[in-house]
Antibody, heavy 117, light 110 residues
């Protein structure tokens, strides 16, 4: 079955850009008509949807993050990526990638990104 | 967009039933049947428990059920078991082509 795995630096300095990649295995990212989403959870807080991408490149973003977020897809590598610019301590969170149909399933295991100097 | 409203915590004894509510607006829960529920144990990936308001994925116990009335969706867990203790989140698609989550509910099995 389809599995997702996040990767990227676990520590980012304030004002820099957070970059994460989600690798999809067990199926093609281009098949099935799915969107591919990023979701995060700050420590002690709830889940927050960041944004999504379709394999044709169409995107939608959370309005509260839209000015800082870019999501892209590389179908040749079966990957999609997240870039979040001008990060602050408030962006410290566990970041998840997930396949999106009419719900989110499956999810990656998540990766902790800490914003600190 | 504002988060969906869930109670911060609920509790129940083994064998009992509990219901978690998820209140949104006429721009999300009230207009779309794309409401889903996730079980989240700390340190693990969230697990889909209910999708499209009331559908159960293969492998999820039939002790879990979902419903919706107006702008409020609900998750009911019957025959509570110790393993059900976790955080539960609802999610809904919105009229802005975005998704919104609830703040999460901590379920304690007494």
């Amino acid at each position: 079955q389809v599995q997702l795995q996040e990767s990227g630096p676990g520590l980012v300095k304030p004002s820099q850009t957070l970059s994460l990649t989600c690798t999809v295995s067990g199926g093609s990212i281009s098949s099935g008509g799915y969107y591919w989403s990023w979701i995060r959870q700050p420590a002690g807080k709830g889940l927050e949807w960041i944004g999504r991408i379709y394999t044709t490149g169409g995107t939608n973003y959370n309005p509260s993050l839209k000015s800082r977020v870019t999501i892209s897809v590389d179908t040749s590598k079966n990957q999609f990526s997240l870039k979040l610019s001008s990060v602050t301590a408030a962006d410290t969170a566990v970041y998840y990638c997930a396949r999106e149909g009419t719900s989110f399933d499956p999810w990656g295991q998540g990766t902790l990104v800490t914003v600190s100097s | 967009q504002s988060a969906l409203t869930q109670p911060a915590s609920v509790s129940g004894s083994p064998g009992q039933s509990i219901t978690i509510s998820c209140t949104g607006t006429s721009s999300d829960v009230g207009v779309y049947n794309y409401v889903s529920w996730y079980q989240h144990h700390p340190g693990k990936a969230p697990k889909l428990m209910i999708y499209d308001v009331s559908k159960r994925p293969s492998g999820v116990s039939n002790r879990f059920s979902g419903s919706k009335s107006g702008n409020t969706a609900s998750l009911t867990i019957s025959g509570l078991q110790a393993e059900d203790e976790a955080d539960y989140y609802c999610s809904s698609y919105t009229s802005s082509s975005t998704w919104v989550f609830g703040g999460g509910t901590k379920l304690t099995v007494l």
